[in-house]
């Protein structure tokens, strides 16, 4: 039995063992991997996400056990620190030593520090580790409690460089990006896309300084203060992250006598075999065509050669041309290139459309003569990344106005569909899957979802950025096997929200069981329940009290639920409209009880820090005050919103307060399939952000104009116009039908802005369904709203008034003790929760 | 601290029940939900799983963000796995084994039920 060795257990280590084990030849051999991290490999990649949760299993390849099941000896915390190569052998850093017949370096990359005075101060990080993340947020914890307004640089503006701002601003210090170049990401924007880029990174909170050259770490008792590029010029700054590129871990094939690079790597042919031929390089350490590919894709494909070449396969060979083409993986900031994004004009033509407002700037490289796309560069939407990439891949044609291609949203799509891409099209360059894989997985060995999809062919398992065109092929395979694409609600539904909310409603069922029972399987879960208590409040306008375990659990309480396990209370404020009498009795019912108290967004106030059993004590008080439940818990109405109009307001074109109170009143109670709010201005001057809401109304002159598909959150999106000019009446009457037709037919969880969206015919299918009755169905949305309104009843006042509910408000059921695990804090003469040490 | 709270848990196996510990009795637990009893410094959650005719017990701390919630979580089930989602993150647990099913936060502890003359016991092993 010959034996390998596989020095480096980082990302492309892994992969080799991955795709080594998957080998029937592998059993002939002994594989043993060292690696001189503490941990088995995990995904570099997406190593900010440790920031997140710090979770570091979360981002394990494969845990220990796994090298263990596939026969592969696992040998963490201890560096390979010599090789051998006259004996065929290495010894590590704790003097053992081992014999190897094939020797396989995977030792990547460490972060290049430059040899700046002053670096070795505390403070002063690279980014590459786990390690590394742990030491950042420890220093950022302590300078965070010193002065919260702290400061943090990164040096280095590139892709990595930027993800690291993000990481620094994200711990609550206030980041700055220091750049030598006179550009963002100098390697693959030019510098108009840089330009763009650069004010939308302003616009979300980070500081960017260019044509930098740093002289100096400056420094207090060993630790950062600052940095100096010229005399007089300085950024004071209390930690810093260094992301100024990598350098190769060449140091045991320089020590050994391998042929390595001039500036470092060790050098390997189209085999992956080194200067030695029983020695293999791969991943971030070998240098292939002059050049180190700091990308996981070629690392993954290089292992996968070097299994072949050691395997005996020995035609498999790595190709000359490797594709660089890159995605930035920040929240909210779109950025990819591909291809050549910088194009001599001797060489082809560019076609550019910039929009600075909107900080958008795309641009495509075409050949000469017009018919291939040869490169580009999207900023601020990269949406159509993923196709013009595969565009690029594939030679494919292109429109003869090429401009199509980018120009911004025409009617219909330029693209055509992802099954016009040839087979061989790689559509996730992580795992190397094509489109042929893809769809294989689909027509021939039966999967239907992108979970088993994914598991059958790892595809969108690595950077994930090839998710949406991986639904859109197993959509379309599904589609050609004449099966239509079900949204199923889950294990235990085979139907959509539609359809459940059909049969629900003509089998006459309401109870969660014995739907259940009839048209699902098994005992229910975390998904279905919530989404079949919001089919039955629909349309029997039934309060989460009666079928109370079927609730999340903030419905389940009427209360929302807090980081502490407390609760917080709500009540209704239509309109934003309160007496002086009705804020008394909330501030003294908040004193009485010690609840935190704030202004919402929505116009109202919030009440923090209720204890489960005092939610009913506060809540029968300020019953007895006037309120009702302002239902901040459930998927239903929550607020609309208005501005003070024509009864104030100098420029007010109507009343929009009693319009406001009206219309809340009129909706308060109503369930959907996810919550739902208005807005009333009363001029076009839109105070109350009525455009950004559900349904909205503005009045101008001759009437109400009536808005409908708003949302602000994560998607912002304007609302579109449903009528204008209407009087209050119709104006009501038409957003009735809306919101009936959405809770009739949306998908759980689904806000009416993306319901809109994916709604074929769009607002103009809408329009003709809720004003010129094309469907017929009119009379049935008015009167099943109708229904709805006239059945509304305060759960709040169901609850405190019925013993067997109020019931539910104990934290044991065989003690009268409170939870003692809540703890609060004290901020600005309120509390808090208190943080877990 | 958080791990002194942690290490107060720990399953207990029906063979090492020291103590039959009498909780409540079964009508202070809803039709397929849970509710919380204490029992010494424990918080136990005790789930009344009427479809399957069963009665789990857990530790009520969920160990993502070390809250004491798991009894107001819903129940159900994952591949006929039964389970308990916390209703703080979602993060969902075997009820059986206590293993998380949907993530790699550490497992929960679990205890044995046991139901005579409409009283839910819960078994500890001190
Ligand atoms: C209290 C409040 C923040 C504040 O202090 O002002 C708030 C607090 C919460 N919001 Fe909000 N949102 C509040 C106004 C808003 C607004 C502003 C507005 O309504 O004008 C928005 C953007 C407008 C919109 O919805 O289109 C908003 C967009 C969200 C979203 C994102 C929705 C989306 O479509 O992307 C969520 C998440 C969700 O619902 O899934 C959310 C979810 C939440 C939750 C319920 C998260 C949760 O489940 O625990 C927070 C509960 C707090 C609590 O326990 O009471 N909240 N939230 C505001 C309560 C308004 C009210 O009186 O009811
Ligand atoms: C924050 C961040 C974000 C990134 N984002 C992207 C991205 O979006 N897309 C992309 O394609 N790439 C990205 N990368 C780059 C990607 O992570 C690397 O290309 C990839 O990890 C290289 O894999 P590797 O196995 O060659 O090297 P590594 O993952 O560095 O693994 C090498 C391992 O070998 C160990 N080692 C070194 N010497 C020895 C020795 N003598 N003995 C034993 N062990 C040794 C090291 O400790 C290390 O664990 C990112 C990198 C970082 C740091
Ligand atoms: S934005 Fe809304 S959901 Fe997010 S933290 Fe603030 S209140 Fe909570
Ligand atoms: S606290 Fe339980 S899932 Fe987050």
């Given at each position: 039995m010959k034996t390998i060795l596989v020095v480096g257990n980082g990302m492309v280590g892994y992969k080799f063992c991955e795709k080594f084990v998957a080998?029937?030849?592998?059993?002939?051999f002994k594989l043993i991997v060292f690696g001189e991290?503490?941990?088995?490999?995990?995904d570099r990649v997406h190593?900010?996400?440790?920031?997140?949760?710090?979770?570091?299993k979360a981002l394990?390849?494969?845990?220990?056990e796994w090298y263990a099941e596939n026969g592969i000896d696992l040998i963490v915390d201890?560096?390979?620190?010599?090789?051998?190569r006259t004996n065929k052998s290495i010894t590590t850093a704790k003097d053992r030593e081992f014999s190897y017949d094939y020797l396989v370096l995977a030792t990547g990359s460490s972060a290049f520090v430059p040899p700046?005075?002053?670096?070795?101060?505390?403070?002063v990080f690279v980014y590459r580790t786990i390690e590394d993340l742990e030491g950042m947020l420890a220093y950022a914890a302590k300078l965070k409690a010193k002065n919260p307004n702290a400061k943090a640089a990164v040096l280095g503006g590139g892709l990595l460089g930027l993800e690291a701002g993000k990481a620094v601003m994200d711990m609550g210090l206030e980041p700055h990006i220091v750049e030598f170049?006179?550009?963002?990401m100098p390697r693959q924007l030019d510098s108009r896309s840089s330009q763009v880029l650069q004010l939308k990174l302003e616009s979300i909170g980070l500081n960017i300084h260019l044509s930098k050259a740093t002289n100096q770490i400056l420094g207090d008792d060993g630790y950062i203060t600052g940095m100096e590029f010229?005399?007089?010029?300085v950024l004071d700054v209390e930690m810093l992250v260094i992301s100024a590129g990598i350098r190769p871990r060449d140091e045991l094939g320089k020590n050994s006598g391998l042929e390595v690079g001039v500036r470092g790597g060790i050098v390997v042919d189209n085999k992956m075999?080194?200067?030695?031929?029983?020695i293999y390089a791969i991943g971030e350490i070998a240098l292939y065509n002059q050049m180190i590919y700091g990308l996981v894709a070629p690392g993954y494909d290089m292992a996968g050669i070097a299994v072949e070449q050691i395997i005996?396969?020995?035609?498999a060979l790595m190709p000359a041309a490797i594709d660089m083409s890159t995605k930035l993986k920040l929240i909210g900031v779109d950025v990819a290139s591909f291809g050549e994004p910088f194009m001599p004009a001797t060489k082809g033509h560019s076609i550019i459309f910039e929009n600075k407002t909107q900080h958008l700037y795309k641009r495509i490289n075409v050949s000469l003569d017009g018919k291939k796309l040869l490169g580009g560069i999207l900023v601020g939407?990269?949406?159509?990344y993923s196709m013009l990439h595969q565009i690029y891949l594939n030679g494919m044609p292109i429109p003869e106005d090429a401009s199509q291609l980018i120009?911004?949203?025409?009617?219909?799509?330029?693209?055509?569909?992802?099954?016009?891409?040839?087979?061989?099209?790689?559509?996730?360059s992580c795992e190397a899957v094509t489109k042929g894989n893809v769809c294989c997985s689909v027509l021939e060995d039966g999967n239907e979802t992108m979970k088993s999809v994914a598991k059958a062919?790892?595809?969108?398992?690595?950077?994930?950025?090839c998710k949406p065109m991986v639904a859109d092929l197993i959509k379309e395979s599904l589609k050609t096997l004449g099966k239509t694409v079900k949204e199923r609600l889950?294990?235990?539904?085979?139907?959509?929200r539609q359809e459940l909310f059909d049969l629900a409603k003509l089998k006459g069922l309401t109870d969660y069981d014995t739907l259940l029972d009839e048209v699902g399987t098994g005992n229910g879960c975390e998904v279905c329940k919530p989404a079949v208590a919001a089919i039955f409040a629909s349309l029997y306008?039934?309060?989460?009290?009666?079928?109370?375990?079927?609730?999340?659990t903030n419905d389940r309480y009427l209360a929302n639920i807090q980081r502490n396990g407390t609760y917080s209370v709500v009540p209704r404020v239509a309109g934003g409209e309160i007496t002086p009498k009705q804020l008394m009795a909330i501030g003294r019912i908040a004193q009485k009880y010690d609840l935190y108290t704030k202004i919402t967004g929505g116009q109202r106030i919030d009440m923090f820090g209720a204890k489960l059993h005092e939610l009913p004590l506060i809540w029968e008080e300020l019953i007895e005050e006037g309120f009702e439940t302002g239902?901040?818990?459930?998927?239903s109405l929550r607020t609309v919103k208005s501005c003070v109009g024509s009864t104030w307001c100098r420029?007010?074109?109507?009343?929009s307060v009693s319009f406001a109170v009206e219309i809340e009143n009129r909706y308060k109670g109503i369930r959907s399939p996810h919550k739902f709010k208005g807005g009333v201005s009363g001029?076009?001057?839109?105070c109350a952000e009525?455009?950004?809401?559900d349904f909205g109304f503005i009045a101008v002159e001759g009437g109400w104009n009536v808005y409908v598909g708003g949302n602000g959150g994560a998607t912002p999106k304007h609302a579109l116009l449903?009528?204008?000019?209407?009087?209050k009446e119709t104006a009501i009457k038409y957003v009735d039908r809306f919101i009936m037709f959405y809770i009739k037919t949306?998908?759980?969880?689904?806000?009416t802005a993306p319901w809109l969206e994916k709604l074929e015919g769009g607002i103009t299918y809408l329009q003709n369904v809720v004003i010129n009755d094309s469907l017929g169905i009119n009379k049935d949305l008015d009167d099943e709203m109708q229904a709805l309104v006239d059945s509304y009843v305060c759960e709040w006042k169901e609850a405190v008034e019925t013993p067997e509910i109020r019931e539910?408000?104990?934290?044991?059921v065989n003690s009268?003790?409170?939870?003692?695990?809540i703890e609060f804090v004290s901020l600005r003469d309120q509390k808090m929760p208190k943080e877990w040490a | 601290m958080s791990l002194s709270i942690l290490n107060t848990y720990e399953s207990v196996a029906t063979n090492d029940v020291k103590v039959w510990f009498k909780a409540a009795?079964?009508?202070?637990f809803p039709k397929n939900g849970g509710a919380c009893i204490k029992y010494k410094d424990k918080q136990i959650a005790i789930f009344n799983f009427t479809r399957e005719g069963t009665w789990y017990a857990c530790q009520n701390?969920?160990?993502?963000?070390?809250?004491?919630?798991?009894?107001?979580g819903m129940i159900g089930e994952d591949n006929m796995e039964p389970k308990v989602a916390c209703p703080?993150?979602?993060?969902t647990f075997s009820l059986?084994?206590?293993?998380?099913l949907n993530g790699s936060l550490d497992a929960i502890a679990t205890y044995p039920v046991k139901i005579e003359s409409d009283f839910v016991y819960v078994g500890f092993s001190e």
């Open positions: 080998k029937e030849e592998s059993k002939q991290e503490p941990r088995p490999a995990y190593l900010s996400e440790f920031f997140e949760n710090q979770d570091a394990e390849m494969a845990p220990a201890e560096r390979v620190a010599d090789i051998n700046i005075k002053g670096v070795e101060k505390e403070g170049a006179p550009k963002l010229g005399e007089d010029d075999q080194t200067s030695d031929s029983n005996g396969k020995t035609e939407d990269a949406s159509d120009l911004p949203a025409s009617e219909g799509s330029a693209f055509g569909s992802a099954m016009d891409l040839p087979d061989d099209a790689v559509i996730c062919t790892k595809a969108t398992t690595g950077c994930g950025g889950c294990e235990h539904f085979d139907y959509s306008n039934e309060t989460a009290n009666r079928q109370e375990t079927i609730q999340d239902q901040a818990y459930g998927k420029y007010g074109m109507d009343e001029c076009i001057r839109e009525a455009r950004g809401k449903l009528a204008e000019k209407v009087d949306a998908q759980p969880l689904q806000r539910r408000y104990t934290h044991f009268e003790e409170t939870d003692n695990n | 009795p079964i009508s202070k701390l969920c160990p993502h963000k070390m809250e004491m919630v798991l009894s107001r703080l993150h979602k993060n059986k084994t206590g293993e998380n």
